[in-house]
C-alpha cells in the first residue's frame, strides 16, 4: 500500500496509477475517509482525555451526582464514537489495500497484456523436418506424463508425471536450486499453508482472492480446540518468504538479504477459465523456485537488482538452451504493487509461440508497508525496504519447453546436458517405451 501522507500530497500521481493500472478504487473516497477517520479519532481522544480527568478527580473525594452522569454520559459518547470509528476504518483500510505503486516511468502505458513490449530475444528457434508433437503426446509416448488419468483421480487440470519425467522435473528443481545457492541466495522450504495476513502483505489478497484456495479444515490447536483462524495454500514461495520478517527491524548492514524459496504451489485458475484446457501449461499444483530481495528503500539500488535477478532467470534458461523472449510488461498487466515488471517467455513449439515461464517485479516499499519490515540506516532512520521477487524455474510448464524443442524424429527427446546428472543412469535422451 501507499503512505497516506504520499497520497494526500500526491493525488493526481495516485489517479494516473489507478488509471493506468485499472484498479477500482476512488482516490477522493479514501481521502474523505480520511478526513472522516481523523475528526472521530480527535473526538475520541477528547472525550477519553475527559474520561481520565474526572476519574482522577474521583479519586481524591467522591464523585457528585453531576460527576457520576457525565461520567456515564462520556461512556456512551466513547463506545458509539468508538463503534463509528470501527466502521469507518473498516471502509478505509480496504480502499487503502488497493492503492497501487506508481509505475516506473519505463513501464509502457496500457490496458492489458497488447500493451508489453518485447525488449530482447535470445537463441535461434529450432527447425524440424518432420511433423512435430505437442508436450502431451510426447509425454505420453515416452511414458512419463498421463493427464487422463490425472484428471480421473485429481480432476480438472490433474496430471501424473512418471517416470523420466519425474527426474526431469526435479533435476530442474535442483539445478535451479544450486544455481540459487552459488549466487549467494540461501535456501528455504517456507510454508504453504499461511495465515491471512501474510497474502495480504505479498499483495495476492484483496486483488486475487479468487485464485487462492482456502483450507476448509484449518486443523486444531495444541489445547485441542478448533482453530478459528483462516488459512490458505500458497500459489507461490512469495508470500510466506516475504513475510518471514514481517513486523521486524532490521539493520542496513544486513541488507540486501537474498532468498530462494522452494516449493509446490496452488492455484485455482478461476481467472483463467477456458484458457489452456489441455496439458500442463495452466495447472492447479507444480512447483517453484522463487527469487526474493529485501533492499535498502532507493530505487536505483533495487532496479539495479531487478536487472540482476531477471538475468539469473536467463542464465538458467539459456543453461538448458532454449529460446526465449524479455517482454517489458505495461501498467495494466503489471499488477497494483509493481514498480517494473518484466516477462520471459520459453519457446514452445507445438504453440507456434512464445509461452511465460519466469516473471520478475520491484515492488519497492508497496510490500514491506503491508508487512510493516523496516531498516535502521546508519544514521539512525528508519525506512521499509524494498522488496523484489523473481521465478528461478517452475515445473511443470517449463517441460514443455524442454520436450517440444528438443524432440527428435523417432519420437525421443534429448535431455537437456545440464539435467543429464539428475537423471538414472545419466542418460542423454528420453526414448518411447
Not at 116 to 136: S, V
Not at 161 to 184: D, I, Q, T
Not at 204 to 230: C, Q, R, T
Not at 403 to 432: A, F, M, W
Request: charged share 35%.
Amino acid at each position: 500500500m501507499l503512505d497516506i501522507k504520499f497520497i494526500r500530497e500526491n493525488p493526481d500521481k495516485v489517479k494516473k496509477a489507478v488509471k493506468d493500472k485499472g484498479i477500482n478504487l476512488n482516490v477522493d473516497d479514501l481521502l474523505k475517509l480520511d478526513d472522516e477517520k481523523r475528526e472521530v479519532q480527535a473526538k475520541l481522544d477528547e472525550m477519553r482525555a475527559k474520561r481520565n480527568q474526572l476519574a482522577h478527580t474521583g479519586k481524591k473525594a467522591k464523585p457528585t451526582d453531576k460527576q457520576i452522569k457525565e461520567g456515564k454520559n462520556i461512556k456512551e459518547k466513547i463506545v458509539l464514537l468508538e463503534l463509528r470509528f470501527k466502521k469507518i476504518k473498516e471502509k478505509y483500510d480496504n480502499l487503502m489495500w488497493l492503492t497501487p505503486t506508481i509505475p516506473s516511468k519505463e513501464s509502457p502505458i496500457g490496458p492489458d497484456e497488447g500493451g508489453n513490449k518485447e525488449i530482447r530475444k535470445w537463441g535461434k528457434l529450432p527447425k524440424f523436418d518432420f511433423k512435430i508433437e505437442d508436450h502431451i503426446s510426447l509425454g505420453e509416448k515416452l511414458n512419463i506424463l498421463d493427464t487422463k488419468r490425472g484428471v480421473k483421480v485429481g480432476g480438472y487440470r490433474g496430471y501424473f508425471l512418471k517416470n523420466e519425467g519425474v527426474f526431469l522435473h526435479l533435476g530442474l528443481m535442483m539445478f535451479a536450486l544450486h544455481k540459487m545457492a552459488a549466487k549467494g541466495y540461501q535456501p528455504f522450504i517456507p510454508p504453504t499453508i499461511v495465515r491471512e495476513f501474510v497474502m495480504y502483505g505479498s499483495g495476492h489478497f484483496p486483488f486475487d482472492k479468487e485464485d487462492i484456495y482456502k483450507i476448509a479444515n484449518p486443523g486444531k490447536l495444541a489445547d485441542g480446540s478448533d482453530e478459528k483462524e483462516d488459512k490458505y495454500l500458497v500459489g507461490t514461495a512469495e508470500p510466506p518468504m516475504l513475510a518471514y520478517h514481517s513486523d521486524e527491524l532490521l539493520s542496513e548492514d544486513e541488507l540486501p538479504k537474498k532468498y530462494c524459496g522452494f516449493s509446490q504451489c496452488y492455484r485455482n485458475e478461476v481467472g483463467s477459465y477456458g484458457k489452456d484446457t489441455r496439458g500442463v501449461y495452466r495447472i492447479h499444483e507444480f512447483m517453484k523456485i522463487e527469487q526474493i530481495i529485501l533492499c535498502k528503500n532507493d530505487y536505483k539500488e533495487s532496479e539495479k537488482i531487478h536487472q540482476e535477478i531477471t538475468a539469473i532467470a536467463e542464465e538458467i534458461i539459456k543453461d538448458l538452451k532454449i529460446p526465449y523472449r524479455v517482454l517489458e510488461i505495461c501498467t495494466g498487466d503489471m499488477g497494483a504493487g509493481k514498480y517494473r515488471m518484466y516477462d520471459i517467455e520459453s519457446w514452445m513449439p507445438a504453440r507456434n509461440a512464445y509461452g511465460e515461464t519466469h516473471s520478475s517485479s520491484n515492488l519497492g516499499e508497496w510490500q514491506a508497508r503491508r508487512l510493516n519490515i523496516k531498516y535502521k540506516t546508519k544514521d539512525g532512520q528508519k525506512k521499509y525496504v524494498h522488496m523484489l521477487n523473481n521465478t528461478a524455474i517452475a515445473s511443470p510448464r517449463f517441460l514443455i519447453a524442454i520436450l517440444e524443442n528438443n524432440q527428435q524424429r523417432d519420437g525421443s527427446v534429448v535431455v537437456p546436458e545440464v539435467l543429464r546428472k539428475y537423471l538414472p543412469g545419466e542418460i542423454k535422451e528420453i526414448k518411447r517405451k
